[in-house]
């Protein structure tokens, strides 16, 4: 499924990994450990970033969300970069 190739991600975008993988499953909770201040809709277009990011045949029909999941927490266990 991952042919290797690095996904090039920004700073932020592994810290929403991160806080996926230490536990945060809604948007609104991933907004909240990146910065209070910012809304679910931030965490919304970093997550979007990311599933764009991996290989086009991981679960491309689900949602952005479900394809981040997905990736952190059954292809890349404790590696989100």
């Known amino acids: ?35 209070p201040a910012i809304s679910h809709r931030t965490a919304e277009a970093h997550v979007s970033s990311i599933a764009e990011k991996l290989p086009t045949d991981h679960e491309p029909d689900s949602s952005p969300f479900l394809r981040v999941m997905l990736w952190v927490l059954v292809d890349r266990p404790g590696s989100p970069a």
């Open 1 to 35: 499924m991952d042919d290797g190739a690095p996904l090039n991600l920004t700073p932020r975008e592994i810290e929403v990994l991160e806080a996926i993988r230490e536990g945060s499953r809604s948007l609104p909770s991933i907004a909240r450990r990146l910065d």
